[in-house]
C-alpha cells in the first residue's frame, strides 16, 4: 500500500497536501483499494466554507457509496474536474490526478487534526 510520508492523512482515509493556505484532498491508496471500482463522485460543496469533520461529498463504487470527510476547516475552491468523467483516476492514480477538492484553509490551525504517514499506517493495524 502506498503511503507518501510528505502528506498529511485522517484516520477517514483522506490525503492532504497542504502549499500555503491551499489544501488538496483525496482518498488513500487504502481507501481506494476498499471501495474496488469507483463509478462516480459527487461534491457539490464548491464555494461553501465548511468544518473539519464535514461531509463534503461522497464517492460511490459498485457496491457501495461512501461520504467525505473535510479534514480541514476552510472553504472549497475547487473540484477536480477530470473525476467527473474519469472517476477511475481516484482507483489509478489516488495521490495525484485522483485528487478530489481543494480547500483555502480557514488558518493554520485548520491543520492541527492531521496525522503522519506513519500514524496512518499504524491505524489501519
Known amino acids: 500500500m502506498n503511503t ?13 497536501r497542504i502549499e500555503g493556505n491551499v489544501a488538496t484532498i483525496g482518498i488513500t491508496d487504502f481507501a ?6 469507483i463509478v462516480f463522485v459527487d461534491v457539490d460543496t464548491v464555494d461553501e ?26 472553504k472549497i475552491t475547487e473540484f477536480n474536474a477530470d473525476l467527473e468523467d474519469q472517476p477511475e483516476l481516484l ?3 489516488p495521490y495525484g490526478k485522483g485528487w478530489i477538492i481543494k480547500v483555502e484553509m ?9 496525522i503522519s504517514a506513519e500514524e496512518y499506517q499504524a491505524s489501519l493495524g
Not at 51 to 74: H, I, Q, W
Open 4 to 16: 507518501p510520508a510528505e502528506l498529511k492523512y485522517t484516520t477517514d482515509h483522506e490525503w492532504v
Open 32 to 37: 481506494q483499494s476498499e471501495l474496488g471500482d
Open 49 to 74: 466554507g465548511l468544518n473539519a469533520g464535514d461531509v463534503f461529498g461522497s464517492v460511490e463504487a459498485v457496491k457501495t457509496v461512501s461520504d467525505l470527510f473535510l479534514p480541514v476547516t476552510g
Open 91 to 93: 482507483n489509478a492514480d
Open 106 to 114: 480557514a488558518d493554520a490551525s485548520a491543520q492541527d487534526g492531521l
